[in-house]
């Protein structure tokens, strides 16, 4: 039996096997408000419900370890006392991951990630409109449990408006479809737990800043080739590929010259979108970016 005195290991090194260890964990994608009204966006799976009267829900925004700062979520917390806390499903676990990036103070990651906010009807801070489930809470407690880097924050939320999307509901019962709601929850690295079928990998956001959805080109997010998570892994790169990279991919790929030539750019959106599904997203943002006469 391998034994560890959390005492005598690195912070972080200790974390990777909690995360490890303990899992999976639900994801609490928690949106708040700065002083200035800009809207946050950030994913937590320190997260989970606790009592349901009154409805509690309590999430851990940690102190970093590499540097022992806080979050954005947890100084607008402590601001404004106010959060949605929305549940985070298949369909958007790539955006959920990428607004996990540490953007500047009073960045929208909304925006970055590529979601629609959604007005709240009791609170002010925004709705995730493509997440299934959205709780709408008032901060009732935060707990600092330290002072050090890893130190979790305790905020303890009273769920003020549940809302629910009506195409996950099983109809006639009123209840929720475990099927069709297709949750997803964290393990330890870049693993991630999805409900109804099992184990798949999310790379994690780059410690660099992604680019984001925001910059990716309009004809390729309206081309309706791409879903959220597509549109999530274009966006978690850092720089977008040169024209001479791209000249040299497409030189040495008869594949893409001859979609190249077909002058038809719905087969090179399929092509990139194939590439995709493969993880292969430098790949495919340099199909994006061919030109005929490359």
């Known amino acids: 039996m391998f034994s560890i005195d959390p005492k005598e290991m690195p912070t972080a090194k200790f974390q990777g096997y909690l995360q490890g260890a303990v899992g999976p964990r639900p994801i609490a994608f928690a949106s708040t408000l ?35 700062t806080v979050k954005h979520t947890l100084i607008n917390a402590e601001l404004n006392r106010e959060v949605v806390i929305n549940v985070v499903n298949y369909d958007i676990v790539q955006q959920a991951s990428l607004s996990s990036t540490e953007y500047a103070d009073g960045v ?55 809302h629910i999307n009506e195409d996950i509901m099983t109809p006639g019962q009123g209840g929720i479809d475990q099927y069709k709601i297709d949750l997803v929850a964290r393990m330890g690295g870049n693993w991630y737990s999805r409900a109804n079928a099992g184990l798949f990998e999310v790379e994690k956001p780059l410690t660099t800043l992604g680019i984001g959805v925001d910059a990716i080109p309009d004809y390729v997010i309206h081309s309706g080739v791409f879903n959220g998570n597509d549109l999530g892994k274009l966006g978690n790169v850092e720089t977008l590929p ?12 008869f594949e893409t010259k001859a979609v190249l030539s077909a002058d038809d750019e719905g087969k090179k959106f399929r092509m990139a979108k194939e590439l995709l599904d493969n993880n292969e997203v430098a790949q495919a943002w340099k199909v994006l970016l061919a030109k005929k006469d490359f």
């Not at 409805?55 to 022992?68: E, G, H, Y």
């Not at 909304?110 to 709408?136: C, H, N, W």
């Not at 024209?243 to 790929?253: C, L, P, Q, R, T």
Request: proline content about 8%.
């Open 34 to 68: 700065d002083r200035n009204g800009v809207p946050n966006l950030s994913p937590f799976s320190f997260f989970n419900a606790f009592s349901s009267n009154p409805p509690i829900l309590v999430f851990s925004p940690a102190r970093r370890v590499r540097d022992n």
């Open 108 to 162: 929208n990651e909304f925006e970055k990630a590529g979601l629609t906010m959604l007005p709240s009807d009791i609170v002010k801070p925004y709705r995730v409109k493509e997440s299934p489930v959205q709780f709408e809470c008032k901060v009732l407690n935060i707990v600092n449990l330290g002072t050090e880097g890893g130190a979790g924050n305790l905020i303890i939320c009273e769920v003020l408006k549940m």
């Open 242 to 253: 040169t024209d001479e990279e791209v000249a040299i991919f497409v030189k040495g790929s």
